[in-house]
């Protein structure tokens, strides 16, 4: 691998990005759906998350950036290089959030990509191909349990069945959400971009754990993320009442729930032994029916996500769950329902992107780790049909998904540099 190119086309650069620029803009971004102790929520599809893709396209716009929509809301800012015809770098992440999340997770490679296309508009810096930012819809699970849903389509990796179960805390279907955007199960294909169309696809990011911090390292550059086996266990048992139904007759389906999400906890505990942490699991929301005090609780839904960076190990622990609550239904005459909602690879990343910007940051003198991602990004699906790299920044204590989530200013700014580095690289590379 040599990413070489003539003298017109630079191999590397001096530019600096706008620090000021783009701290000021991340914080305009974390400033939408901002709530108690600095928390931020913006769930996909809600007022506050368009708020924050309409603010990205007002800064695209101010930038000059010719702008492309897609039905779904995925937002593409182009700047063409010498040849508009060729195929593209795209730099990008998200800016929806969990609920109640930080400020960082996602805006961060978005407003880091932003600033350094800016910076390279504003040079004039001559390019062989075109450079483009990406802002996804739906990274997070936070809202239908489903994740990296605009890159997913983006991808072609949104499979009819995936959108069963996907279904929000009131009710709301994700299909019927996508059907009101014109988008449907016979049409879900139309949204696909053309693998020729993109030359990479790079994602800066927050580490989201706390490796980086621990090592004193400035960079995370990533090889593979771990991907994760989403589902309900829906257990259903008898309501009745809870003052006059004697404990043996009971057919208690939180009880059940309990059982099960104890075992979870034992034997991802026990796996990560034996794979070196490569296992985790989390019951992340439940719910009750009927949900009172005073009523035994005759239905409860567990949405259970299983991730690793082995698809070996994910597919075994994920077997013995469901194997588990089948037995603890069977044991307490209840029954059980596993309902799907998303089976994914592990994906490795590009080894030649890896060696680029191993080779940036050492001639930078920037300390890196190389390093897997324990946490789900788009660049795992955009992998399946380009070159895909990620650069990851530290996090405090490696705390994510909460207000307490926090990356000094410098190195998100030190990340952006890198990114752009990469993405001048990248488009001035003849091979």
């Known amino acids: 691998m040599a990413f070489m190119a003539k003298a017109l086309f630079p191999v590397t650069s001096e530019l600096a990005i706008n620090k000021r620029r783009l701290l000021r803009d991340l914080n305009a971004i974390s400033r939408i759906g901002i709530g108690d102790h600095g928390s931020v929520t913006r769930l996909v599809f809600s007022i506050k998350e368009l708020r924050s893709r309409q603010l990205l396209i007002h800064l695209m716009r101010q930038a000059g950036l010719k702008i492309h929509v897609d039905r779904i809301g995925n937002i593409f800012a182009r700047w063409n290089g010498h040849n508009p015809k060729a195929p593209a770098v795209l730099a990008g992440s998200h800016l929806d959030t969990v609920v109640q999340g930080g400020k960082f997770d996602g805006p961060v490679g978005v407003i880091g990509a932003l600033e350094a296309l800016r910076t390279l508009k504003e040079n004039k ?18 809202r239908f349990g489903y994740s990296t849903l605009g890159s997913s389509l ?14 929000d805390a009131h009710g709301t279907k994700l299909e019927d959400i996508l059907a009101s955007m014109g988008i449907y199960r016979d049409n879900l294909a139309s949204l696909t971009r053309d693998p ?15 490796i980086l911090e621990t090592k004193g390292k400035k960079i995370g550059l990533v090889t593979s993320i771990a991907a994760p086996t989403r589902f309900k266990a829906v257990f259903t048992g008898q309501a009745d009442h809870s003052g006059t139904t004697p404990m043996e007759m009971r057919k208690d389906a939180l009880v059940a729930a309990a059982k099960l999400i104890t075992y979870i906890e034992e034997v ?9 942490g490569r296992i985790v699991g989390t019951v992340g929301a439940m719910k009750i029916e009927p949900g009172v005090m005073n009523a035994v609780p005759g239905k409860v839904e567990l949405s259970i996500d299983i991730r690793s960076i082995t698809a070996e190990a994910k597919d075994r622990v994920a077997s013995q769950v469901k194997d588990r609550a089948a037995e603890i239904a069977r044991a307490r005459d209840i029954d059980v329902e596993i309902l799907p909602i998303r089976e ?11 060696l680029l910007t191993k080779h940036i940051c050492d001639q930078n003198g920037i300390a890196y780790e190389v390093m ?7 660049a795992m699906q955009m992998a399946k049909i380009t070159r895909a790299a990620m650069i990851f920044v530290p ?3 490696g705390i994510s998904h909460n207000p307490s989530e926090w990356t000094e200013p410098e190195d998100i700014c030190l990340g952006s540099q890198v990114l752009l580095e990469t993405m001048i690289r990248l488009a001035n590379d003849e091979g």
């Open 125 to 142: 810096v001559p390019l062989r191909c075109p450079v483009e930012v990406v802002c996804f819809v739906g990274e997070e699970s936070s």
């Open 154 to 167: 983006v991808a072609g990796e949104v499979q009819i069945e995936d959108l069963t179960h996907a279904v």
């Open 196 to 210: 020729s169309t993109i030359k990479a696809y790079l994602e800066l990011h927050i580490e989201q754990g706390p």
């Open 268 to 276: 991802c505990r026990e796996f990560s032994a034996v794979e070196k």
């Open 344 to 354: 994914e690879l592990p994906v490795p990343l590009n080894e030649e992107l890896l």
């Open 372 to 378: 897997p991602s324990g946490a789900g990004h788009d």
């Open 395 to 397: 996090s405090k204590r």
